[in-house]
Protein backbone atom coordinates (compact mmCIF):
# COMPACT_ATOMS: atom_id res chain seq x y z
CA UNK A 1 0.00 0.00 0.00
CA UNK A 2 0.97 3.52 -0.53
CA UNK A 3 1.10 4.03 3.20
CA UNK A 4 4.58 1.66 3.24
CA UNK A 5 6.34 4.37 1.68
CA UNK A 6 7.22 6.73 4.88
CA UNK A 7 7.66 5.13 7.69
CA UNK A 8 9.28 7.11 11.32
CA UNK A 9 8.96 8.03 14.82
CA UNK A 10 5.95 9.31 16.00
CA UNK A 11 7.18 12.53 16.13
CA UNK A 12 7.02 13.02 12.42
CA UNK A 13 3.76 11.63 11.98
CA UNK A 14 1.96 15.34 11.86
CA UNK A 15 4.27 16.61 8.68
CA UNK A 16 5.48 13.00 7.23
CA UNK A 17 7.64 11.87 4.11
CA UNK A 18 8.40 16.62 3.67
CA UNK A 19 12.12 15.23 4.50
CA UNK A 20 11.49 12.39 1.79
CA UNK A 21 9.85 14.27 -1.01
CA UNK A 22 12.86 17.53 -0.56
CA UNK A 23 15.46 14.88 -0.72
CA UNK A 24 14.67 13.28 -3.47
CA UNK A 25 17.08 14.33 -6.75
CA UNK A 26 13.72 15.41 -8.67
CA UNK A 27 13.82 17.31 -11.58
CA UNK A 28 13.06 21.30 -12.15
CA UNK A 29 9.61 21.45 -10.96
CA UNK A 30 6.88 21.68 -13.29
CA UNK A 31 3.41 21.14 -14.71
CA UNK A 32 1.92 17.97 -16.21
CA UNK A 33 2.07 18.78 -20.22
CA UNK A 34 1.54 16.61 -23.65
CA UNK A 35 5.41 15.69 -23.76
CA UNK A 36 5.76 13.93 -20.00
CA UNK A 37 2.26 12.29 -21.02
CA UNK A 38 3.77 10.44 -24.24
CA UNK A 39 6.67 9.63 -22.39
CA UNK A 40 5.34 8.27 -19.30
CA UNK A 41 2.89 5.94 -21.42
CA UNK A 42 5.46 5.00 -23.44
CA UNK A 43 7.77 4.14 -20.97
CA UNK A 44 5.28 2.12 -18.71
CA UNK A 45 4.57 -1.38 -17.99
CA UNK A 46 6.51 -2.82 -20.99
CA UNK A 47 10.34 -4.50 -20.90
CA UNK A 48 12.48 -6.13 -23.64
CA UNK A 49 11.27 -6.52 -27.06
CA UNK A 50 7.81 -5.71 -25.40
CA UNK A 51 8.96 -2.38 -24.59
CA UNK A 52 11.02 -1.97 -28.06
CA UNK A 53 7.34 -2.49 -30.05
CA UNK A 54 5.45 -0.50 -27.67
CA UNK A 55 7.63 2.41 -28.21
CA UNK A 56 6.68 2.20 -32.16
CA UNK A 57 3.29 2.20 -32.16
CA UNK A 58 1.12 5.77 -32.07
CA UNK A 59 0.14 7.17 -28.86
CA UNK A 60 -3.71 6.87 -29.25
CA UNK A 61 -4.68 9.26 -26.21
CA UNK A 62 -8.57 7.97 -26.11
CA UNK A 63 -7.31 4.48 -25.65
CA UNK A 64 -4.80 5.24 -22.63
CA UNK A 65 -6.04 3.85 -19.35
CA UNK A 66 -3.52 3.84 -16.55
CA UNK A 67 -0.69 7.16 -16.48
CA UNK A 68 1.52 6.68 -13.91
CA UNK A 69 3.31 10.08 -12.95
CA UNK A 70 5.08 9.56 -9.48
CA UNK A 71 8.52 11.33 -8.86
CA UNK A 72 8.10 14.07 -11.46
CA UNK A 73 8.39 17.03 -8.80
CA UNK A 74 4.79 18.30 -10.39
CA UNK A 75 3.50 21.29 -8.81
CA UNK A 76 -0.04 21.97 -11.14
CA UNK A 77 -2.12 19.20 -12.39
CA UNK A 78 -3.04 19.73 -16.06
CA UNK A 79 -3.14 18.43 -19.53
CA UNK A 80 -5.43 15.21 -18.22
CA UNK A 81 -8.15 16.73 -20.48
CA UNK A 82 -6.28 14.60 -23.06
CA UNK A 83 -7.04 11.03 -21.58
CA UNK A 84 -10.90 10.92 -21.16
CA UNK A 85 -11.01 7.49 -20.94
CA UNK A 86 -8.34 7.12 -18.17
CA UNK A 87 -9.34 4.67 -15.46
CA UNK A 88 -6.06 4.63 -13.21
CA UNK A 89 -3.84 8.16 -12.16
CA UNK A 90 -1.20 7.96 -9.86
CA UNK A 91 0.27 11.34 -8.78
CA UNK A 92 1.79 10.35 -5.67
CA UNK A 93 5.22 11.72 -4.60
CA UNK A 94 5.13 15.02 -5.97
CA UNK A 95 4.64 18.61 -4.68
CA UNK A 96 1.23 19.31 -5.80
CA UNK A 97 -0.98 21.50 -3.97
CA UNK A 98 -4.37 21.91 -5.37
CA UNK A 99 -6.56 19.14 -6.47
CA UNK A 100 -7.55 20.36 -10.19
CA UNK A 101 -8.27 19.97 -13.56
CA UNK A 102 -9.26 16.38 -13.17
CA UNK A 103 -13.05 16.90 -13.38
CA UNK A 104 -13.48 15.51 -16.70
CA UNK A 105 -12.03 11.98 -16.28
CA UNK A 106 -15.10 10.67 -15.39
CA UNK A 107 -14.18 6.87 -16.50
CA UNK A 108 -11.31 7.25 -13.31
CA UNK A 109 -11.55 4.42 -11.00
CA UNK A 110 -8.32 5.11 -8.80
CA UNK A 111 -6.77 8.00 -8.05
CA UNK A 112 -3.24 8.11 -6.03
CA UNK A 113 -2.72 11.74 -4.41
CA UNK A 114 -0.08 10.32 -1.67
CA UNK A 115 2.64 12.46 -0.58
CA UNK A 116 1.65 15.65 -1.79
CA UNK A 117 1.29 19.11 -0.67
CA UNK A 118 -2.34 19.35 -0.35
CA UNK A 119 -4.59 21.38 1.92
CA UNK A 120 -8.45 20.81 0.80
CA UNK A 121 -9.87 17.96 -0.91
CA UNK A 122 -11.97 19.45 -3.96
CA UNK A 123 -13.02 18.89 -7.09
CA UNK A 124 -13.79 15.51 -6.73
CA UNK A 125 -17.34 15.68 -7.47
CA UNK A 126 -17.69 15.04 -11.06
CA UNK A 127 -15.61 11.73 -10.69
CA UNK A 128 -18.84 9.35 -10.29
CA UNK A 129 -16.53 5.77 -11.30
CA UNK A 130 -13.91 6.34 -8.12
CA UNK A 131 -13.80 3.75 -6.43
CA UNK A 132 -10.03 3.73 -4.68
CA UNK A 133 -9.00 7.56 -3.32
CA UNK A 134 -5.42 7.98 -1.75
CA UNK A 135 -4.92 11.06 0.12
CA UNK A 136 -2.20 9.65 2.85
CA UNK A 137 0.50 11.95 3.49
CA UNK A 138 -0.46 15.28 2.71
CA UNK A 139 -1.52 18.86 4.61
CA UNK A 140 -5.72 18.03 4.25
CA UNK A 141 -7.44 19.90 7.53
CA UNK A 142 -10.44 18.38 7.06
CA UNK A 143 -12.52 15.74 5.63
CA UNK A 144 -14.89 17.44 3.08
CA UNK A 145 -16.64 17.24 -0.40
CA UNK A 146 -16.52 13.19 -0.87
CA UNK A 147 -20.26 12.47 -0.91
CA UNK A 148 -21.10 12.22 -4.07
CA UNK A 149 -18.40 9.77 -5.04
CA UNK A 150 -21.03 6.69 -4.48
CA UNK A 151 -18.72 4.43 -5.91
CA UNK A 152 -15.95 4.98 -3.29
CA UNK A 153 -14.44 1.56 -1.97
CA UNK A 154 -11.61 2.72 -0.33
CA UNK A 155 -10.66 5.75 1.18
CA UNK A 156 -6.92 6.39 2.41
CA UNK A 157 -6.50 9.84 4.09
CA UNK A 158 -3.77 9.33 7.00
CA UNK A 159 -0.66 11.28 7.63
CA UNK A 160 -2.35 14.58 7.31
CA UNK A 161 -3.21 17.46 9.35
CA UNK A 162 -6.89 16.30 10.38
CA UNK A 163 -8.14 17.20 14.37
CA UNK A 164 -11.33 17.25 13.69
CA UNK A 165 -14.21 14.53 13.41
CA UNK A 166 -16.18 17.12 11.33
CA UNK A 167 -17.05 15.71 8.04
CA UNK A 168 -16.56 12.32 9.23
CA UNK A 169 -20.33 12.05 8.99
CA UNK A 170 -20.75 12.55 5.45
CA UNK A 171 -18.39 9.98 4.68
CA UNK A 172 -22.31 8.17 5.79
CA UNK A 173 -23.88 9.10 2.45
CA UNK A 174 -20.83 7.30 0.59
CA UNK A 175 -22.67 4.18 1.13
CA UNK A 176 -20.07 1.87 -1.00
CA UNK A 177 -16.90 2.82 1.38
CA UNK A 178 -15.80 -0.42 2.90
CA UNK A 179 -12.46 0.48 3.60
CA UNK A 180 -11.45 3.94 5.47
CA UNK A 181 -7.98 4.92 6.70
CA UNK A 182 -7.55 7.81 9.09
CA UNK A 183 -4.17 6.79 11.30
CA UNK A 184 -1.60 9.61 11.90
CA UNK A 185 -3.74 12.34 11.96
CA UNK A 186 -4.13 14.32 14.98
CA UNK A 187 -7.41 13.44 16.13
CA UNK A 188 -6.24 9.80 15.75
CA UNK A 189 -3.48 10.38 18.23
CA UNK A 190 -6.17 12.24 21.22
CA UNK A 191 -5.65 9.88 24.16
CA UNK A 192 -9.41 10.13 25.26
CA UNK A 193 -11.06 9.73 22.49
CA UNK A 194 -11.08 6.48 20.78
CA UNK A 195 -11.60 7.55 16.79
CA UNK A 196 -11.73 3.84 15.81
CA UNK A 197 -14.56 3.44 17.49
CA UNK A 198 -15.75 6.85 16.39
CA UNK A 199 -15.64 5.50 13.42
CA UNK A 200 -17.01 2.25 13.15
CA UNK A 201 -20.44 3.79 15.44
CA UNK A 202 -20.50 6.52 12.92
CA UNK A 203 -20.20 4.60 9.75
CA UNK A 204 -21.79 1.12 10.00
CA UNK A 205 -20.85 0.45 5.98
CA UNK A 206 -17.31 -0.14 6.60
CA UNK A 207 -15.55 -3.09 6.72
CA UNK A 208 -12.37 -2.40 7.25
CA UNK A 209 -10.66 0.81 9.28
CA UNK A 210 -7.20 1.33 9.10
CA UNK A 211 -7.03 -1.95 7.07
CA UNK A 212 -8.32 -4.09 10.21
CA UNK A 213 -11.34 -5.51 9.63
CA UNK A 214 -13.80 -4.10 11.63
CA UNK A 215 -15.71 -7.43 14.15
CA UNK A 216 -19.08 -7.68 15.17
CA UNK A 217 -17.94 -7.40 18.95
CA UNK A 218 -16.38 -4.08 18.77
CA UNK A 219 -19.29 -2.26 16.15
CA UNK A 220 -21.40 -2.99 19.60
CA UNK A 221 -18.76 -1.50 21.54
CA UNK A 222 -18.86 1.54 19.59
CA UNK A 223 -22.86 2.10 19.24
CA UNK A 224 -22.45 1.88 22.92
CA UNK A 225 -19.99 4.10 23.16
CA UNK A 226 -21.15 7.05 21.37
CA UNK A 227 -24.73 6.57 20.82
CA UNK A 228 -25.91 9.38 21.44
CA UNK A 229 -23.60 11.58 18.62
CA UNK A 230 -25.34 8.29 16.93
CA UNK A 231 -28.64 9.67 17.68
CA UNK A 232 -28.14 12.98 16.55
CA UNK A 233 -26.26 12.16 13.33
CA UNK A 234 -28.61 9.74 12.34
CA UNK A 235 -31.89 12.24 12.87
CA UNK A 236 -29.89 15.11 10.78
CA UNK A 237 -28.92 12.54 8.02
CA UNK A 238 -32.66 11.67 8.03
CA UNK A 239 -34.06 15.67 7.30
CA UNK A 240 -31.24 15.95 5.12
CA UNK A 241 -32.07 13.06 2.75
CA UNK A 242 -35.82 14.26 3.65
CA UNK A 243 -35.14 17.95 1.62
CA UNK A 244 -32.41 16.85 -1.06
CA UNK A 245 -35.18 14.38 -2.04
CA UNK A 246 -37.68 17.32 -1.88
CA UNK A 247 -35.03 19.40 -3.71
CA UNK A 248 -34.41 16.47 -6.46
CA UNK A 249 -38.41 16.22 -7.47
CA UNK A 250 -38.55 19.95 -7.88
CA UNK A 251 -35.85 20.56 -9.43
CA UNK A 252 -37.18 17.96 -11.45
CA UNK A 253 -40.34 18.79 -12.06
CA UNK A 254 -39.04 22.46 -13.15
CA UNK A 255 -36.47 21.28 -15.20
CA UNK A 256 -39.55 19.35 -16.96
CA UNK A 257 -41.86 21.86 -17.10
CA UNK A 258 -38.60 24.49 -18.59
CA UNK A 259 -38.02 22.07 -21.54
CA UNK A 260 -41.75 21.97 -21.66
CA UNK A 261 -42.02 25.79 -22.30
CA UNK A 262 -45.13 25.93 -19.80
CA UNK A 263 -43.22 26.48 -16.59
CA UNK A 264 -45.52 28.87 -14.40
CA UNK A 265 -48.76 27.90 -15.97
CA UNK A 266 -49.42 24.96 -13.92
CA UNK A 267 -51.47 27.20 -11.37
CA UNK A 268 -52.95 30.74 -11.64
CA UNK A 269 -49.59 32.44 -12.20
CA UNK A 270 -50.32 33.89 -15.00
CA UNK A 271 -54.05 34.84 -14.21
CA UNK A 272 -51.70 36.86 -11.11
CA UNK A 273 -49.64 38.31 -13.79
CA UNK A 274 -52.22 40.31 -15.15
CA UNK A 275 -53.22 42.04 -12.77
CA UNK A 276 -49.36 43.13 -11.57
CA UNK A 277 -48.86 46.70 -11.81
CA UNK A 278 -52.37 46.94 -13.02
CA UNK A 279 -53.67 50.32 -11.01
CA UNK A 280 -56.54 50.78 -13.79
CA UNK A 281 -58.05 47.31 -12.84
CA UNK A 282 -57.67 47.38 -9.09
CA UNK A 283 -59.70 51.01 -9.02
CA UNK A 284 -62.13 49.17 -11.19
CA UNK A 285 -62.71 46.08 -8.32
CA UNK A 286 -63.26 48.70 -5.69
CA UNK A 287 -67.16 48.85 -6.81
CA UNK A 288 -67.27 45.65 -4.60
CA UNK A 289 -69.61 42.38 -4.47
CA UNK A 290 -70.34 42.20 -8.59
CA UNK A 291 -66.60 43.23 -9.36
CA UNK A 292 -65.36 40.24 -7.11
CA UNK A 293 -67.92 37.85 -8.87
CA UNK A 294 -66.63 38.99 -11.86
CA UNK A 295 -62.80 38.83 -11.33
CA UNK A 296 -63.64 34.84 -9.89
CA UNK A 297 -65.18 33.84 -13.18
CA UNK A 298 -62.43 35.80 -15.17
CA UNK A 299 -59.80 34.11 -13.25
CA UNK A 300 -62.04 30.86 -13.49
CA UNK A 301 -62.05 31.25 -17.12
CA UNK A 302 -57.91 32.28 -17.76
CA UNK A 303 -57.32 29.01 -15.46
CA UNK A 304 -59.02 26.37 -17.35
CA UNK A 305 -57.23 28.23 -20.56
CA UNK A 306 -53.52 27.52 -18.96
CA UNK A 307 -54.00 24.60 -17.93
CA UNK A 308 -54.86 23.05 -21.72
CA UNK A 309 -51.63 24.83 -22.39
CA UNK A 310 -49.58 23.26 -19.58
CA UNK A 311 -50.89 19.17 -20.65
CA UNK A 312 -50.22 20.07 -24.40
CA UNK A 313 -46.67 21.59 -23.46
CA UNK A 314 -46.60 18.35 -21.37
CA UNK A 315 -48.19 16.18 -24.30
CA UNK A 316 -45.63 17.60 -27.08
CA UNK A 317 -42.40 17.54 -24.62
CA UNK A 318 -42.46 13.73 -24.64
CA UNK A 319 -42.90 13.32 -28.24
CA UNK A 320 -40.17 15.90 -28.24
CA UNK A 321 -38.04 14.21 -26.24
CA UNK A 322 -38.30 10.61 -28.04
CA UNK A 323 -37.47 12.47 -30.92
CA UNK A 324 -34.45 13.42 -29.38
CA UNK A 325 -33.11 10.44 -27.65
CA UNK A 326 -33.91 8.62 -30.87
CA UNK A 327 -31.61 10.48 -33.13
CA UNK A 328 -28.90 10.54 -30.36
CA UNK A 329 -28.90 7.03 -30.18
CA UNK A 330 -28.70 6.49 -34.17
CA UNK A 331 -25.92 8.74 -34.16
CA UNK A 332 -24.38 6.65 -31.69
CA UNK A 333 -24.75 3.48 -33.05
CA UNK A 334 -23.67 4.80 -36.46
CA UNK A 335 -20.59 6.37 -35.07
CA UNK A 336 -19.82 3.07 -32.86
CA UNK A 337 -20.55 0.87 -35.87
CA UNK A 338 -17.88 2.68 -37.91
CA UNK A 339 -15.39 3.13 -35.08
CA UNK A 340 -15.42 -0.83 -34.63
CA UNK A 341 -14.88 -1.26 -38.58
CA UNK A 342 -11.83 1.19 -38.75
CA UNK A 343 -10.20 -0.09 -35.31
CA UNK A 344 -10.73 -3.60 -37.21
CA UNK A 345 -8.55 -2.42 -40.53
CA UNK A 346 -6.40 -0.81 -38.20
CA UNK A 347 -5.44 -4.09 -36.32
CA UNK A 348 -5.03 -5.90 -39.74
CA UNK A 349 -2.42 -3.29 -40.91
CA UNK A 350 -0.75 -3.36 -37.13
CA UNK A 351 -0.04 -7.29 -37.65
CA UNK A 352 0.94 -6.49 -41.94
CA UNK A 353 3.49 -3.75 -40.56
CA UNK A 354 4.72 -6.41 -37.99
CA UNK A 355 5.86 -9.10 -40.70
CA UNK A 356 7.26 -6.27 -42.72
CA UNK A 357 9.21 -4.83 -40.48
CA UNK A 358 10.82 -8.51 -39.55
CA UNK A 359 11.11 -9.27 -43.19
CA UNK A 360 13.30 -5.88 -43.63
CA UNK A 361 14.98 -6.72 -40.41
CA UNK A 362 16.00 -9.74 -41.80
CA UNK A 363 17.54 -8.54 -45.21
CA UNK A 364 18.67 -5.31 -43.73
CA UNK A 365 20.96 -7.71 -41.42
CA UNK A 366 21.68 -9.84 -44.46
CA UNK A 367 23.27 -6.66 -46.09
CA UNK A 368 25.40 -5.82 -43.20
CA UNK A 369 26.73 -9.26 -43.51
CA UNK A 370 26.97 -10.27 -47.40
CA UNK A 371 29.53 -8.12 -49.94
CA UNK A 372 26.96 -8.35 -52.64
CA UNK A 373 23.79 -6.43 -51.84
CA UNK A 374 22.50 -5.88 -54.74
CA UNK A 375 19.66 -8.07 -54.63
CA UNK A 376 18.80 -7.73 -51.08
CA UNK A 377 18.48 -3.81 -51.63
CA UNK A 378 15.87 -4.19 -54.53
CA UNK A 379 14.09 -7.11 -52.05
CA UNK A 380 14.15 -3.49 -49.53
CA UNK A 381 12.85 -1.48 -51.92
CA UNK A 382 10.19 -3.49 -52.89
CA UNK A 383 8.72 -4.06 -49.53
CA UNK A 384 9.27 -0.32 -48.30
CA UNK A 385 7.05 0.86 -51.58
CA UNK A 386 4.46 -2.28 -51.09
CA UNK A 387 4.22 -0.91 -47.20
CA UNK A 388 3.89 2.93 -48.32
CA UNK A 389 1.04 1.57 -50.79
CA UNK A 390 -0.08 -0.31 -48.15
CA UNK A 391 -0.13 2.72 -45.46
CA UNK A 392 -1.28 5.21 -48.74
CA UNK A 393 -4.60 2.48 -48.73
CA UNK A 394 -5.14 2.74 -45.30
CA UNK A 395 -5.51 6.31 -45.00
CA UNK A 396 -7.36 6.41 -48.40
CA UNK A 397 -9.85 4.10 -46.66
CA UNK A 398 -9.82 5.71 -43.03
CA UNK A 399 -10.59 9.10 -44.37
CA UNK A 400 -13.47 8.48 -47.01
CA UNK A 401 -14.92 5.82 -43.67
CA UNK A 402 -14.75 9.09 -41.27
CA UNK A 403 -15.76 11.68 -44.50
CA UNK A 404 -18.58 9.22 -45.21
CA UNK A 405 -19.53 9.44 -41.65
CA UNK A 406 -19.02 13.19 -41.52
CA UNK A 407 -21.19 13.43 -43.89
CA UNK A 408 -24.04 11.22 -42.80
CA UNK A 409 -23.74 13.09 -39.68
CA UNK A 410 -24.69 16.19 -41.09
CA UNK A 411 -27.27 15.17 -43.22
CA UNK A 412 -28.76 13.63 -40.46
CA UNK A 413 -28.60 16.89 -38.26
CA UNK A 414 -30.45 18.53 -40.90
CA UNK A 415 -33.42 16.20 -41.53
CA UNK A 416 -33.67 16.29 -37.62
CA UNK A 417 -33.43 19.84 -37.41
CA UNK A 418 -36.31 20.39 -39.95
CA UNK A 419 -38.13 17.70 -38.59
CA UNK A 420 -37.72 19.16 -34.47
CA UNK A 421 -38.91 22.29 -35.79
CA UNK A 422 -41.65 20.69 -37.73
CA UNK A 423 -42.74 19.57 -34.08
CA UNK A 424 -42.00 22.68 -32.30
CA UNK A 425 -44.34 24.52 -34.69
CA UNK A 426 -46.94 22.26 -34.38
CA UNK A 427 -46.74 23.08 -30.48
CA UNK A 428 -46.58 26.66 -30.95
CA UNK A 429 -49.30 27.06 -33.41
CA UNK A 430 -51.34 25.01 -31.20
CA UNK A 431 -50.47 27.12 -27.88
CA UNK A 432 -51.34 30.36 -29.65
CA UNK A 433 -54.58 28.63 -30.23
CA UNK A 434 -55.30 28.82 -26.62
CA UNK A 435 -53.64 32.10 -26.08
CA UNK A 436 -56.15 33.84 -28.90
CA UNK A 437 -58.43 32.52 -26.57
CA UNK A 438 -56.92 34.54 -23.62
CA UNK A 439 -57.37 37.67 -25.60
CA UNK A 440 -61.24 37.09 -26.27
CA UNK A 441 -62.07 36.35 -22.36
CA UNK A 442 -60.06 39.33 -21.41
CA UNK A 443 -61.79 41.26 -24.25
CA UNK A 444 -64.65 39.77 -22.72
CA UNK A 445 -63.88 40.77 -18.77
CA UNK A 446 -63.20 44.23 -19.96
CA UNK A 447 -66.74 45.11 -21.80
CA UNK A 448 -68.69 43.37 -18.90
CA UNK A 449 -66.47 45.41 -16.38
CA UNK A 450 -67.43 48.53 -18.49
CA UNK A 451 -71.12 47.59 -18.21
CA UNK A 452 -71.21 47.04 -14.56
CA UNK A 453 -68.81 50.04 -12.91
CA UNK A 454 -71.02 52.57 -15.55
CA UNK A 455 -74.46 50.81 -14.42
CA UNK A 456 -72.91 50.84 -10.68
CA UNK A 457 -72.13 54.31 -10.55
CA UNK A 458 -75.50 55.99 -12.44
CA UNK A 459 -77.43 53.74 -10.30
CA UNK A 460 -75.46 55.46 -7.37
CA UNK A 461 -75.70 58.87 -8.67
CA UNK A 462 -79.28 58.46 -9.69
CA UNK A 463 -79.98 57.27 -5.97
CA UNK A 464 -78.10 60.44 -4.84
CA UNK A 465 -75.54 57.57 -2.52
CA UNK A 466 -72.81 59.55 -4.16
CA UNK A 467 -71.38 58.59 -0.82
CA UNK A 468 -71.20 54.92 -1.37
CA UNK A 469 -68.89 55.63 -4.43
CA UNK A 470 -65.18 55.33 -3.49
CA UNK A 471 -63.26 58.31 -3.56
CA UNK A 472 -61.12 56.95 -6.34
CA UNK A 473 -63.71 56.74 -8.80
CA UNK A 474 -65.73 60.11 -8.00
CA UNK A 475 -64.17 61.26 -10.74
CA UNK A 476 -66.09 58.53 -13.64
CA UNK A 477 -69.18 59.88 -11.81
CA UNK A 478 -70.07 62.45 -14.39
CA UNK A 479 -67.45 61.80 -17.20
CA UNK A 480 -67.92 57.78 -18.53
CA UNK A 481 -64.95 58.79 -20.92
CA UNK A 482 -62.48 58.57 -17.55
CA UNK A 483 -64.29 54.96 -17.13
CA UNK A 484 -63.20 53.67 -20.67
CA UNK A 485 -59.95 55.26 -20.08
CA UNK A 486 -59.35 53.13 -16.95
CA UNK A 487 -61.53 50.08 -18.50
CA UNK A 488 -59.18 50.28 -21.62
CA UNK A 489 -55.90 50.63 -19.20
CA UNK A 490 -56.51 47.71 -17.36
CA UNK A 491 -57.24 45.44 -21.15
CA UNK A 492 -54.15 47.03 -22.70
CA UNK A 493 -52.23 45.53 -19.66
CA UNK A 494 -53.60 42.57 -19.75
CA UNK A 495 -52.67 41.33 -23.12
CA UNK A 496 -49.72 42.70 -22.73
CA UNK A 497 -48.71 39.78 -20.26
CA UNK A 498 -50.59 37.37 -22.46
CA UNK A 499 -48.19 38.68 -25.09
CA UNK A 500 -45.16 38.45 -22.97
CA UNK A 501 -46.50 35.03 -22.21
CA UNK A 502 -47.13 33.97 -25.58
CA UNK A 503 -43.78 35.48 -26.46
CA UNK A 504 -41.73 33.59 -24.22
CA UNK A 505 -43.21 30.75 -25.32
CA UNK A 506 -42.50 31.08 -28.87
CA UNK A 507 -38.71 32.79 -28.32
CA UNK A 508 -37.52 29.96 -26.13
CA UNK A 509 -39.02 27.21 -28.07
CA UNK A 510 -36.74 28.58 -30.93
CA UNK A 511 -33.54 29.19 -28.71
CA UNK A 512 -33.99 25.73 -27.72
CA UNK A 513 -34.24 24.35 -31.28
CA UNK A 514 -31.32 26.98 -32.16
CA UNK A 515 -28.61 26.20 -29.32
CA UNK A 516 -29.70 21.87 -29.26
CA UNK A 517 -28.45 22.30 -33.18
CA UNK A 518 -25.48 24.30 -32.58
CA UNK A 519 -24.34 22.28 -29.76
CA UNK A 520 -25.15 19.27 -32.41
CA UNK A 521 -22.97 20.84 -35.07
CA UNK A 522 -19.96 21.86 -33.00
CA UNK A 523 -19.74 18.34 -31.43
CA UNK A 524 -19.86 16.74 -34.81
CA UNK A 525 -17.17 19.27 -35.99
CA UNK A 526 -14.78 18.74 -32.92
CA UNK A 527 -15.14 15.49 -33.36
CA UNK A 528 -14.78 15.28 -36.83
CA UNK A 529 -11.16 17.28 -36.81
CA UNK A 530 -9.93 15.04 -33.74
CA UNK A 531 -10.57 11.92 -35.71
CA UNK A 532 -8.77 14.07 -39.20
CA UNK A 533 -6.18 14.60 -36.42
CA UNK A 534 -5.92 10.71 -34.89
CA UNK A 535 -5.79 9.33 -38.52
CA UNK A 536 -2.90 11.89 -40.11
CA UNK A 537 -0.70 11.30 -36.75
CA UNK A 538 -1.09 7.50 -37.18
CA UNK A 539 0.06 7.43 -40.70
CA UNK A 540 2.76 9.98 -39.14
CA UNK A 541 4.17 7.31 -37.07
CA UNK A 542 3.75 4.38 -39.34
CA UNK A 543 6.01 6.25 -41.51
CA UNK A 544 8.66 7.72 -38.58
CA UNK A 545 8.43 4.01 -37.90
CA UNK A 546 9.46 2.86 -41.07
CA UNK A 547 12.35 5.36 -41.82
CA UNK A 548 14.09 4.39 -37.93
CA UNK A 549 13.96 0.59 -38.69
CA UNK A 550 17.97 0.58 -39.74
CA UNK A 551 19.04 3.15 -37.24
CA UNK A 552 17.10 0.83 -34.57
CA UNK A 553 19.05 -1.98 -36.06
CA UNK A 554 22.26 -0.28 -35.57
CA UNK A 555 21.56 0.60 -31.89
CA UNK A 556 20.56 -3.05 -31.43
Known sequence: MDEQVSQGSGDESVEPARGFLEEINCPEPGIIDRQMIETAYLGQGQKGESSRLHQLEPVVYERIQTMRLEFKNLLRID???????????????????????????????????????????ENLETLVNLETLSLFSNRITKIENLENLEKLVILSIGNNLIDTVDGIERLRFVNSLKVLNLEGNPIAQQPDFPLSLYVTAILPQLNYYEYVFIKADTRDAARKRFYRELREIEDKQE???QALQTAAREAAEAERLSSSFVEHLDGHQLYDSLWRDDENGRLLVLIGAP????????????????????????????????EIQDFNSNMEEGQQELQSLGQSQIEEFMQYKERTFEELRAML?????????????????????????????MWQSLMSQELHLHEAVEESTRNFHHKISQLMAGFVEQAQVFFLQLHDVSGHFADNMT???????????????????PKELTMCVDDREAVLKLVEGMRTTHNLRIDEREDRMALRSREFIDNMIQQLNSKEVDRHRAKILEINWFMEMMSEALANLPQELNQE
Open 365 to 393: RELEESEDGSEAYAQVDTLNRQFDDALNE
Open 291 to 322: AQELTEEYAKDVHQLTQKIYRLGLERFGERDK
Open 239 to 241: REI
Open 451 to 469: EMVTQFLATKQARRELGAV
Open 79 to 121: HLWMLPNLTKLCLNCNKIEVIEHIGMLTALKELNLSFNYITKI
